[in-house]
């Protein structure tokens, strides 16, 4: 158990007796239910009300998740005729992506890393598995697409990790409490990417990352901005443009690294094919790393 809980009404650091987070200065007591610290205060929780309904009734009627353990123990990969198989595979590539990078930037490290917007908490579970302390967060505790999913991959499986119910725009821990703040599918739902990438990097070590994979990028915010005109329903979900986010590196002294996935020469001529019928870019899951400088 990692003692880098901050309180979420007073902010002072908390201390964890049996599994209970106890507030050191003010009378914040709470113990997790179901395996899960729900930490959203009720302010935050009535924020979010209608996002999480919206969340809810689009992720339902796309038959997200499912009533098999199987298959959360499978994630990310899917059966041959599973609906969304092509973004299950986006999503594999990215995380072979992640590992290799991980591998290569900290070797042979044991790090503290945060799935921020985690989901059914897939990629915590592998974060674990490859050794390392990972903590799932995720404002949905849903239990078929949010944390609560997470006790199917927690009840097979010989591993651990926290699953913690909270706003990643208020990170109830500690500063520096991270290696690593990944957002995977998440980022692109900030409502303000530069208060969410600050709230990130407070949390994180000097010498860690902020991480970002499976948020949509585009080149400009014009074609951005078409593909949300083209949407059937406004969800929170956005985009990420690479000019956006050199500002944001640029503004806090960050070195930013940007890895595009190599997609092929006959997929590349589907995308131009592809963009030149819709009259803009389609998006490229670019893997982003913000850098923290400094040393621990
Ligand atoms: C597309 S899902 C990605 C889930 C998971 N990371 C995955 O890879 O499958 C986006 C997630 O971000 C979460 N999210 C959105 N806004 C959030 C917020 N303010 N705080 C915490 N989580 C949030 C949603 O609840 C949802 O689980």
């Known amino acids: 158990m990692i003692p880098f809980f901050r309180c979420p009404s007073c902010g002072s650091q908390c201390q964890i007796q049996a599994a209970t987070i106890t507030c050191a200065t003010c009378t914040y007591a709470t113990s997790p239910c179901d395996g899960i610290y729900d930490i959203l205060t009720a302010d935050s929780l009535r924020h ?31 059966p041959e005729d599973h609906p969304f198989r092509k973004e299950w595979e986006q ?19 044991t790090l503290d890393v945060l799935d921020a917007g985690a989901g059914n908490c897939w990629l915590t579970r592998h974060l674990a598995e490859w050794g390392h302390r990972a903590v799932a967060l995720d404002i949905d505790d849903d239990p078929r697409d949010g944390l609560a999913a997470g ?7 010989p591993i651990s990790f926290q699953r913690v119910r909270a706003d990643f725009v208020h990170l109830p821990f500690v500063d520096s409490a991270f290696d690593l703040v990944i957002f995977n599918g998440a980022f692109h ?25 499976d948020s949509p990028v585009y080149t400009t915010a014009e074609d951005g901005e078409k593909m949300m005109a083209e949407r059937a329903e406004q969800g929170r979900a956005r985009y990420l443009t690479i000019m956006g986010l050199n500002d944001l590196a640029n503004a806090r002294g960050l070195k930013l690294e940007v890895f595009t996935p190599s997609i092929g020469f006959f997929n590349w001529l589907r995308k131009q094919a592809a963009e030149l019928r819709r009259g803009r870019e389609l998006a490229i899951m670019d893997r982003i790393v913000f850098n923290k400088i400094g040393t621990e």
């Open 189 to 213: 739902y900030a409502l303000d990417q530069g208060q969410l990438l600050d709230e990130a990097l407070r949390a994180t070590r000097p010498g860690g990352a902020v991480v970002l994979i």
């Open 48 to 78: 979010h009300q209608g996002f999480l309904d919206q969340y809810h009734r689009i992720r339902r009627s796309e038959k997200r998740g499912s009533e098999q353990v199987a298959w959360y123990l499978g994630l990310p990969t899917v």
């Open 91 to 109: 999503r594999r590539e990215s995380m072979e992506w992640l590992r290799k990078f991980l591998a290569e930037r900290f070797p042979n490290r």
């Open 151 to 157: 006790s199917h991959v927690l009840a097979s499986l």
